[in-house]
């Protein structure tokens, strides 16, 4: 099992919610006491999108042999085609660092950690303010096809029911509070009062 010590921070959220944001906040916020945990993925990088930093960017057959040999903490077909992952080896790396792993992943892979980590976990849900902000912001990002968007507002719309399993629900409705409400989370969930 766990040693008491290995603490975890989940932050999950709808595409287009903040997650990253929140993530890139907390990590310069606290950059002695987190670090990413670095997610395998299929499909292609984005724009800006680094292999081995924001992404172990593998293929769908690499992906496959991993799942068979449970390398991986929490795994999902996130879209069709599309895997998604953190695995084992992340975790560990970063606890060798004595360090706590801040993962930024879906809202299914959140759950799913949670219930394997529910003493050494922080969860934190990012809600978008409304769908039709999150569909404002996913067009704004000019990565999606007609089609693709629908899908992720449906999936959006899906995943906002599992946001009462989180143990925080913060909004973001504004990205600086946000951000700060996160931090303030994280910071109490690090070290709590004696």
């Known amino acids: 099992m766990l040693p008491q010590q ?59 042999c991993k799942i068979d040999q449970q390398e991986f903490v929490e795994w999902e077909m996130v879209y069709e085609g599309k895997y998604y992952g953190t695995l084992k080896s992340e975790m560990q790396r970063i606890w060798q660092l004595h360090k706590v792993p801040l993962l930024d992943v879906d809202v299914q892979g959140g759950i799913n950690i949670q219930q394997q980590y ?55 409705d504004e990205l600086e509070r946000a951000c700060a409400e996160a931090e303030k989370l994280v910071k109490e969930f690090l070290n709590p009062n004696p």
């Open 118 to 172: 529910p003493h050494d976990s922080l969860s934190l849900f990012i809600e978008p303010p409304s769908i039709e902000e999150l569909e404002r912001r996913l067009k704004a990002r000019g990565t999606e096809t007609p089609e693709s968007l629908l899908a992720r507002l449906n999936k959006a719309a899906y995943e906002l029911s599992f946001k009462q399993q989180f143990d925080h629900i913060i909004i973001n």
């Open 6 to 64: 290995n603490k975890l921070i989940i932050i999950a959220a709808p595409s287009g919610a903040g997650k990253t944001s929140v993530t890139r906040h907390l990590l310069k916020a606290l950059p002695g006491q987190l670090a990413f945990s670095i997610s395998c993925a299929t499909r292609q990088p984005r724009n800006n999108e680094k292999d081995k930093v924001d992404y172990y960017f593998i293929t769908v057959e690499d992906f496959k």
